[in-house]
């Protein structure tokens, strides 16, 4: 079945600078990958997605790149604000239509 | 778009003692409904999924249950509650298989 592997864990950077986080996956199957961030006490927000059709796509300060050949993709977050801080997943829509999750990444913007 | 609403928000239970979880919907008809568990500091493990009434999947072999009663309504239960039940319980809906969006989430302690 797929498997989702997300890094890194943990990502502190300073308020305004970028920040980067991937996620490889492993069925080639697979056709659609969101990003969801994960406030605490509360449940994960979908904050961007891809499908597998599209190299790139950007909402606003965030950006997703998806690179088929390789089975990874990324998620970019630019000029940082302190309101990021969170926890971020990545997923993939396997061949089944479940979502995979990566094991998340606390991202902390440092003010 | 939809709306997920999950009671209650937060339990505290004894080990032995059942447990019933309700995650309802609205603005949405017919969606696919899922269960999912977050230990803390963890990432998210599916426990079941629902395509239709009274279609219940089960992903992980363990002390809990789930029903769909009516088209907008997905119960967790448990006849005897464990410690290692403890988590973070989140609802999740998507139409068709599209995006999925979370719940508030219910925190659950067993002591």
């Known amino acids: 079945g797929e498997n989702v592997e997300q890094h890194p864990s943990t990502l502190s950077v300073q308020e305004g600078d970028s920040a980067v986080i991937k996620c490889t996956y492993s069925?080639?199957?697979?056709?659609?990958f969101p990003w969801y961030k994960q406030e605490l006490g509360k449940g994960p927000q979908l904050i961007i997605d891809?499908?597998?059709?599209?190299g790139e796509k950007k909402d606003q300060r965030i950006a997703v790149t998806l690179n088929k050949t390789a089975k990874h993709f990324s998620l970019h977050i630019t000029e940082t604000q302190p309101e990021d801080s969170a926890v971020y997943f990545c997923?993939?829509?396997?061949?089944?239509?479940?979502?995979?999750f990566g094991s998340g990444t606390r991202l902390l913007v440092r003010p | 778009s939809q709306t997920i609403h999950q009671w209650p928000a937060t339990l505290v239970q004894p080990v032995g003692s059942p447990l019933s979880l309700e995650c309802t919907v609205e603005?949405?008809?017919?969606?696919?409904l899922y269960w999912y568990r977050q230990a803390a500091g963890r990432g998210l493990q599916l426990l079941f999924y629902?395509?239709?009434?009274?279609?219940i999947s089960s992903e992980v072999p363990q002390n809990l249950s789930a029903s769909r009663p009516q088209d907008r309504q997905f119960i967790l239960s448990s006849k005897k509650l464990l410690l290692s039940d403890s988590g973070f319980y989140l609802c999740?809906?998507?139409?068709?298989?599209?995006?999925?969006?979370f719940g508030p989430g219910t925190r659950l302690t067993v002591l």
């Open positions: 629902s395509v239709g009434i009274g279609q």
């Open positions: 891809i499908r597998s059709n599209v």
């Open positions: 999740a809906c998507e139409k068709g298989f599209s995006e999925q969006f």
């Open positions: 603005g949405t008809s017919n969606p696919n």
């Open positions: 069925d080639s199957a697979s056709n659609y």
């Open positions: 997923a993939a829509r396997d061949s089944s239509y479940k979502l995979i």
